[in-house]
């Protein structure tokens, strides 16, 4: 592990930590205990990137595969046996 690491990264792993709702404030706090210098809009902006991240999964989920009318296969009629 690198001895200064990505300071967005290290914003996502305190988020991890305290929890996605944790203040901005408390974020900076944190980080700043460990030695890492952040301010207060850019935890707001990891945490809006993160936001984006996950509605952008769920979105595409939602998605349905579109059946082509006309191109189903057909089933076969049944053909009673004569006695």
Not at 61 to 74: D, E, N, T, W
């Amino acid at each position: 592990m690198p001895r200064h690491p990505r300071k967005a990264k290290a914003i996502q792993n305190m988020l991890g930590r305290l929890g996605y709702h944790a203040r901005p404030s408390d974020v900076v706090a944190a980080l700043a205990e460990y030695g890492i210098e952040v301010n207060e809009g850019l935890v707001q902006k990891v945490k809006m990137e993160i936001r984006k991240d996950t509605s952008g999964i769920r979105r595409q989920q939602a998605r349905v595969k579109q059946v082509v009318p006309g191109r189903q296969v057909r089933r076969v009629r049944k053909v009673r046996r004569s006695r």
